[in-house]
């Protein structure tokens, strides 16, 4: 191994994990030093949640960093002044792409989708900000693309690294949850006086003067003409629906996770919008229900799951499960045990026992406190899944040097994602879609197709090859 150079060790290191999977070619590191091999990175999108990405890959090298914010750029080069700058990561990908082994893409949901294809077609491995896209299509596409550019792709929703959310499956699996019949997931916001969201007085928002340092083209990327309006940056884009996907983009990869993978919830038949708020249009509401619909699942009988937001905004709280009986905050249970039930996280409904996940879904426990403790004190099921240590970034870095592919790589995070589009169409149009998984379609309003796959202005198409038969 001493001999072997960085490049070879990435190749056959990876090669003995992932079987078929050709890494592409390693560009930057010293012959001899392979046991210590680190990984060149670009960050698209420098600041922001970018800062998530940082610390976990400073052990590796990071190159360039792409921002169409001036001032972010700067302040974030900075504290890399090797690291190479540009305001478009298609020019960043040209220039340095022999240089550049991986990519963290840190942008709005919007540019998700072509940061990340324009990164994977040229052989980078990817770690994507959730939700992976800003519709079904995108997200399907982008499955395509992992199987044909044959890269390590992750999803960064760190709660798929804890081990909660893998207690929680050996819980079930162990059948000491019954059937689940129904989880109940819900969170607070949107929050209007936050750094996240801005709710404007009214609709459509006036044009405003771009700010100096500011590329606005670049930063709305496959979104048609529209003016610049300090509503929409550098943080408060996820309140409204050209750029962002609202509290379900925003919490539901986190706390619909462990719903969504423990249970199989992939491919509702029905996604219904129960309840919203109204708001000008093309903001997302103050407060809102959705529910999804999904059939039986191998032994697992039908399953509907609910999402409650805006509960700080006047909306119904979580439904919390009928036997939620914890008295005594203080027990250790592992994280926080409130008396009083959370607004945030997920309550499962089980023939035998009914639980509840955190916001991260993670620290699991029964909502009948007794039935905890009894379960807690010599009666928890072996530990069947491994557990990962890190982080999502952490755990994509190990597995581009050969470590196991990540849990939540595109084969399992665009379902992940899917779920929860649908339910942001739902969310965003109100009333009941029938949803044909097979064929992507919504059958009962067809015009709410248009949606699954948005029109991208010229230069930003992509991925429309990979469905080529």
């Known amino acids: 191994m001493k001999n072997q150079n960085r490049r070879d060790f990435l190749k056959t290191a990876s090669l003995a994990t992932l079987g078929t999977f050709v890494l592409p070619r390693i560009s930057i590191g010293k012959p001899g030093a392979a046991a210590n091999s680190k990984v060149n990175i670009a960050m698209i999108g420098a600041g922001g949640i970018a800062s998530m ?15 169409v914010d001036e001032t972010t750029l700067n302040k974030e080069g900075a504290k890399y002044p090797k690291a190479a700058k540009f305001a478009d990561f298609r020019v960043m990908l040209d220039k340095m792409g022999k240089d550049i082994d991986a990519v963290c893409v840190n942008t709005p949901d919007h540019t998700h989708f072509a940061a990340t294809m324009e ?95 500011f590329n606005w083209d670049l930063w709305r990327g496959p979104v048609a003409d529209e003016p610049y309006s300090h509503f929409y940056q550098p943080r408060t884009w996820r309140g409204f629906w ?35 708020a109204e708001n000008a249009e093309g903001v997302i509401p103050d407060h809102s229900i959705v ?7 191998g032994t697992k009988a039908p399953c509907s799951m609910y999402w409650y937001d805006g509960m700080d905004n006047g909306g119904k709280k979580v439904k919390v499960t009928a036997d939620w009986s914890w008295t005594a905050p203080n027990l250790k249970t592992g994280g926080t045990n409130p008396a ?38 010599g009666h928890l099921p072996p530990p069947k899944y491994p557990r990962v240590k890190g982080g999502p970034h952490v755990e994509w870095i190990n597995a581009i040097k050969g470590g196991p592919v990540p ?15 649908l339910g942001v169409l739902a969310q965003r149009f109100g009333g009941r879609i029938e949803w044909d998984s ?32």
């Open 438 to 469: 097979v064929n992507m379609k919504v059958t009962n309003r067809p015009e709410l197709n248009a949606f699954i796959n948005e029109p991208a202005r010229e230069g930003w198409q992509y991925g429309a090859d990979l469905w080529k038969a």
């Open 407 to 421: 849990g939540s790589n595109f084969d399992y995070s665009v379902p992940l994602s899917e779920v929860t589009l």
């Open 119 to 213: 990164a994977m077609q040229r052989g980078k491995h990817v770690c994507t900000q959730k939700p992976l896209t800003h519709n079904v299509w995108q997200a399907r596409t982008l499955r395509k693309a992992k199987d044909k550019y044959k890269v390590i792709t992750n999803m960064a929703n760190q709660g798929h690294t804890y081990d909660g959310i893998r207690e929680m499956k050996e819980w079930l699996e162990a059948g000491i949850l019954g059937q689940v019949s129904e989880v109940h997931c819900g969170f607070g916001g949107p929050n209007w006086n936050s750094v996240y969201f801005k709710k404007p007085p009214k609709m459509p928002l006036a044009a405003e003067p771009i700010p100096a340092g």
């Open 340 to 377: 009083t039930p959370p607004i945030t996280g997920s309550y499962w409904t089980g023939s035998k026992a009914c639980a509840y996940l955190d916001e991260r879904s993670n620290h699991p426990r029964l909502t009948d406190m007794a039935k905890n403790h009894d379960l807690k004190n």
């Open 291 to 297: 529910r999804w619909d999904f059939p039986a699942r």
């Open 242 to 276: 050209k750029f962002g996907d609202g509290m379900l983009g925003d919490w539901f990869c986190h706390i619909g996770d462990g719903p969504v993978w423990i249970l199989d919830l992939y491919a509702p038949t029905v996604v219904e919008c129960v309840e919203r």
């Open 53 to 67: 990405a940082y610390g976990p890959c400073s052990s590796e090298n990071i190159v360039a960093l792409c921002d």
